[in-house]
């Protein structure tokens, strides 16, 4: 892990990376000598923050014993909400928490409460599950995949929408 920080650095021409996200716990070394090596290299400059991906809360706890965590990467979005605990916790902690997944490349889409939903607003589908996560909770900050500038507008736009109390709870509804 240190040698590709370390390489990652020189290819990129910097001194320290921001936001260092341990993308999966390797079940080998314990949670602790994994965040370990990432809190030696921020006491080293080499990195500003630490965040974590796919973690429960037990696992958070453990690697917070080790160093401050600033951000967490789970899957979750309207139809996917496995991860519920994690995502109340980094609420609780303020801790951000990155949807992966945000719109379930386009599953979103279908099913007629969503669609309903969405002409109301005179959005898309998929600015309406937008709006709700960022409804959701105040440390969400969705990072939605777009294949061209159009649909990064589109999902700026989710940002000035604002879900009355009974669309939110039928979008809550949607796991069920």
């Known amino acids: 892990m240190r040698q590709q920080v370390e390489l990652n650095l020189f290819t990129l021409g910097l001194d320290h990376i921001d936001l260092m996200?341990?993308?999966?716990?390797?079940?080998r070394y314990s949670?602790?000598?994994?965040?370990g090596v990432l809190?030696?290299?921020?006491?080293?400059?080499?990195?500003?923050?630490?965040g974590l991906s796919q973690v429960s809360v037990g696992q958070l706890?453990?690697?917070?014993?080790?160093?401050?965590?600033?951000?967490?990467?789970?899957?979750y979005n309207l139809i996917d909400r496995a991860d519920e605990d994690v995502l109340n916790y980094a609420d609780e902690h303020h801790i951000a928490f990155i949807p992966w997944f945000?719109?379930?490349?386009g599953r979103l889409t279908a099913g007629d409460t969503?669609?309903?939903?969405?002409?109301?607003?005179?959005a898309s589908p998929a600015q309406i599950a937008l709006a709700w996560l960022l409804q959701r909770s105040d440390v969400i900050l969705p990072i939605p995949g777009t294949s061209n500038p159009d649909?990064?507008?589109q999902n700026i736009a989710?940002?000035?929408?604002?879900?009355s109390d009974g669309d939110r709870e039928l979008l809550d509804h949607l796991a069920d």
């Open 31 to 35: 949670i602790a000598d994994q965040v």
């Open 21 to 27: 996200q341990l993308h999966r716990i390797d079940s």
């Open 61 to 75: 706890k453990t690697a917070q014993a080790v160093a401050p965590i600033v951000s967490v990467q789970n899957r």
């Open 39 to 50: 809190a030696d290299m921020q006491k080293e400059g080499k990195i500003k923050h630490i």
């Open 102 to 105: 945000p719109l379930a490349t």
């Open 158 to 163: 989710a940002a000035d929408i604002t879900l």
């Open 151 to 153: 649909h990064a507008v």
């Open 114 to 122: 969503l669609s309903t939903i969405a002409a109301k607003y005179q």
